[in-house]
């Protein structure tokens, strides 16, 4: 096999060594998912098919049987990720560290400001710098917008932006969309054609405006939006979907919203980037099981890139929902796994036969690992 080839050449002056705005591949950085057309976005979600058995530790999805046997990878042997989170982050970091770990690699990770220099008053440009130099790809988290393009301006490796302020969340879409295809699939259907109500915090959600720009690459998507008072959608993520063709209608309420859809992606309110206080109207829940039945919604696909905020009156998604068929939020911290192991596969220049003659079966105890 041969060794995952990275070319850290640097063009003299340029702001973006990887090509900001070129499409994402070997080499590049993970910035935004506007570095993503129609086959790079095939590309990368067949590999994440390739991948998903050693994600799962699983020889396949969908049969009722425990697994048989435990894939084991080591594309990555001898790679490390450096994992840089300045913001919390459970599904984020673990599911980017386990995809690395899950192909053979090593993590090296910090998390908080306290814990590293930039406590120390520490540029980003800086600590960059020196963190790339000790790691073959970095995945960061940061909270102000725009922060992640900066660290991948001073990095000599690929950064995958892992969530930049109110910004972007270009992993988190590409699970999301990953999972959409599949649970659509599922059911006869397709996202092109489809009608997806998005719902919630769409001010402040990076994952609202990452998966709306990254919808502009299917066709015919008609999208129904809602959102309350002052957390409305920002009119440039609105305009890259009509400008893509698709159909946007701003709804009054929840149900008109979910009416008539296919899928609903809701999001919690992102208090920590309100500044006041959140307006009063938003209390109770804003999807429970009474709002969908209202809606004739029962059976709705149902997507939430969590957390859900479970605290009383966050106005999130109830719990109440979580026995009905449509329930899509675990396929997609699942499927984020295997999406994540694609991107590194392809930020590092690992093909998909690199990884079958580096993958094997090992007999451990297969019990712990139920299909899900
Ligand atoms: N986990 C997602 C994010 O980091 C969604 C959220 O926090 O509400 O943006």
Redesign the pocket.
């Known amino acids: 096999m041969t060794a995952p080839d990275l070319d850290q050449s640097r063009p003299n002056g340029s702001l973006h060594p990887y090509g900001e705005g070129e499409l994402f591949g070997k080499g590049k950085h993970l910035l935004s998912v506007s570095q993503f057309d129609r086959p790079t976005l095939v590309d990368l979600f067949t590999l994440a098919d390739t991948v998903a058995p050693i994600a799962q530790r699983q020889l396949g999805r969908g049969d009722r049987q425990l697994a048989t046997g435990q894939t084991v990878c080591s594309v990555l042997d001898g790679a490390v990720l450096g994992s840089l989170f300045f913001e919390p982050?459970t599904?984020?970091r673990l599911s980017f560290e386990s995809a690395f770990l899950r192909l053979g690699g090593e993590v090296t990770t910090t998390t908080g400001f306290t814990f590293s220099s930039m406590a120390k008053g520490e540029s980003i440009e800086d600590t960059s710098r020196v963190v790339s130099g000790y790691s073959d790809v970095l995945v960061v988290?940061h909270p102000d917008e725009g922060s992640v393009a900066q660290f991948a301006a001073a990095s000599v490796v690929p950064v995958i932006n892992a969530?930049d302020g109110a910004g972007e969340?270009p992993s988190?879409a590409l699970l999301d969309l990953y999972t959409l295809e599949k649970e659509l699939g599922q059911r006869g259907g397709t996202v092109d054609g489809s009608t997806i109500a998005v719902v919630g915090d769409l001010r402040h959600?990076?994952?609202v405006h990452s998966l709306l720009k990254l919808l502009t690459v299917y066709r015919d998507v008609s999208v129904r939006l809602f959102a309350p008072e002052s957390l409305e959608l920002p009119d440039e993520t609105a305009r890259h979907l009509t400008s893509a063709g698709h159909r946007l209608t701003v709804c009054d309420t929840v149900v008109e919203a979910l009416r008539g859809a296919d899928a609903v992606y809701t999001?919690?309110v992102?208090r920590e980037r309100i500044t006041g206080e959140v307006p009063a109207s938003i209390q109770g829940n804003l999807i429970d099981r009474s709002v969908l039945a209202e809606a004739d919604a029962l059976d709705i696909v149902i997507m939430h890139?969590?957390?859900r905020d479970s605290r009383h009156d966050a106005y999130d998604l109830s719990s109440d929902v979580d026995d009905l068929p449509g329930l899509a939020i675990f396929h997609q911290t699942d499927n984020g796994v295997n999406v994540r192991m694609a991107i590194f596969l392809t930020a590092l220049g690992c093909s998909p036969e690199m990884v079958r003659v580096t993958t094997k079966q090992r007999p451990w105890d297969a019990t712990l690992h139920w299909n899900r």
Do not use: A, F, V
């Open positions: 982050s599904r984020t988290r969530g969340h988190q959600g990076r994952t999001t919690r992102q890139p969590l957390p």
